[in-house]
């Protein structure tokens, strides 16, 4: 029969495991152009405004099996309303709030979970529009500053060809004009 000092360990255990398992990643947000850039995440997050220096925090819950975040440019809402306006860059469906992924050119930062495991890419496949860098607090630093960037998956030049990982629900950090 197990020892109560057995049984006890293996409860912390499983309770441990159980909270990393609910950490959500976050992710920060900056925007280093000298204009305003109009950051979207899917599936969560939506979007918003970002005028020049801001951050914008944006926690994705745990279980999240991916996404991608992008900036858009050139975009007019009026009057503060969050339907019918549109963006130059990356628009999606001329919502403030994104739905549905931007329309070419929208650089993207993109990121899935399996297991223990992040993975994270820049990709130019639906084109270029913002320059962008792309870290985990614990993993490599991506870098794209146009079309033809190096560090663009499936051209990583830093994994070979596939996504860069770091541990699961980890932080991350999506600058626009690095």
Do not use: K
Not at 72 to 85: A, I, K, L, M, Y
Not at 125 to 143: E, H, K, M, P, Y
């Amino acid at each position: 029969m197990a020892s109560m000092a057995t049984i006890s360990l293996l409860f912390l255990l499983i309770i441990s495991a159980f909270a990393a398992a609910g950490n959500a990643a976050t992710f920060t947000i900056t925007n280093n152009c000298g204009f305003t850039v109009w950051p979207a995440a899917l599936p969560v997050g939506g979007g918003l405004q970002l005028d020049p220096t801001q951050t914008w925090t944006l926690n994705v819950p745990a279980g999240t099996q991916g996404g991608r975040i992008w900036g858009r440019t050139g975009c007019s809402f009026v009057n503060g309303s969050t339907t019918g306006g549109h963006c130059s860059t990356g628009d999606c469906a001329g919502e403030l709030s994104c739905t549905v992924s931007g329309q070419p050119p929208a650089t993207l930062a993109e990121f899935s979970a399996s297991g223990a495991q992040d993975f994270y890419d820049i990709s130019v496949i639906d084109g270029f529009n913002l320059a962008v860098a792309f870290s985990c607090s614990t993993g490599v630093g991506l870098l794209c500053r146009d079309a033809s960037c190096p560090d663009a998956f499936p051209n990583n030049a830093n994994s070979g060809g596939s996504p860069t990982s770091c541990p699961a629900n980890s932080s991350y950090q999506v600058t626009f004009c690095p």
